[in-house]
T-cell receptor, first 114, second 110 residues
Framework: GAVVSQHPSWVICKSGTSVKIECRSLDFQATTMFWYRQFPKQSLMLMATSNEGSKATYEQGVEKDKFLINHASLTLSTLTVTSAHPEDSSFYIC??????????FGNGTRLTVT | QKEVEQNSGPLSVPEGAIASLNCTYSDRGSQSFFWYRQYSGKSPELIMSIYSNGDKEDGRFTAQLNKASQYVSLLIRDSQPSDSATYLCAVNRVGNQFYFGTGTSLTVIP
């Protein structure tokens, strides 16, 4: 089946630093990639949708200058959390979909900001 | 009205029983329907896709779709403790927009 690779699996960083998370579709071309955030015992929260070669569409309340998304190719999207703060600590999950196909999720990145 | 609605549960069933999970969606133009399983601390995993009315079976799982009623369900036969997880219903609309329910927590009691 389709595989989405997300890296790193977990990261600890100091407050004020930036963290980049990569999401790759390994065996299909991802026309659309989605970034989610999930706090403990809560539902998935869609942060943004990105299509290859165009600017990401952010959900209401998500700061686009803080969460930078780049989708430079059909197999790679990155999320950069800039100037991270402890409240940004969460489980970040990417997902990818080809045309008319199911959504496949990466394994997620657990971010802890100290 | 939410795009996709699920009963949040928790739903508890004894081992070996049938677990029934339900989902309704609001947009009649929705084209594809999916069930995901999410274990605590892990990302969602696709377990079933269904695209046309009727039943689709895969092992112990059966997905049922009724577009007239805008209803999707997932049946898990012979439930096992390892099936204990949160089950997410997802709907795909035109333009590759995916909408998720908030998930139903299932506990299978040994």
């Amino acid at each position: 089946g389709a595989v989405v690779s997300q890296h790193p699996s977990w990261v600890i960083c100091k407050s004020g630093t930036s963290v980049k998370i990569e999401c790759r579709s390994l065996d299909f071309q991802a026309t659309t990639m989605f970034w989610y955030r999930q706090f403990p015992k809560q539902s998935l929260m869609l942060m943004a949708t990105s299509n290859e070669g165009s600017k990401a569409t952010y959900e209401q309340g998500v700061e686009k200058d803080k969460f930078l998304i780049n989708h430079a190719s059909l197999t790679l999207s990155t999320l950069t959390v800039t100037s991270a703060h402890p409240e940004d600590s969460s489980f970040y999950i990417c997902s990818a979909s080809g045309l008319n196909s199911p959504l496949h999720f990466g394994n997620g990145t657990r971010l802890t900001v100290t | 009205q939410k795009e996709v609605e699920q009963n949040s549960g928790p739903l508890s069933v004894p081992e070996g029983a049938i677990a029934s999970l339900n989902c309704t969606y609001s947009d009649r133009g929705s084209q594809s329907f999916f069930w995901y399983r999410q274990y605590s601390g892990k990302s969602p995993e696709l377990i079933m896709s269904i695209y046309s009315n009727g039943d689709k079976e895969d092992g112990r799982f059966t997905a049922q779709l009724n577009k007239a009623s805008q209803y999707v369900s997932l049946l898990i036969r012979d439930s096992q403790p390892s099936d204990s997880a949160t089950y997410l219903c997802a709907v795909n609309r035109v333009g590759n927009q995916f909408y998720f329910g908030t998930g139903t927590s299932l506990t299978v009691i040994p």
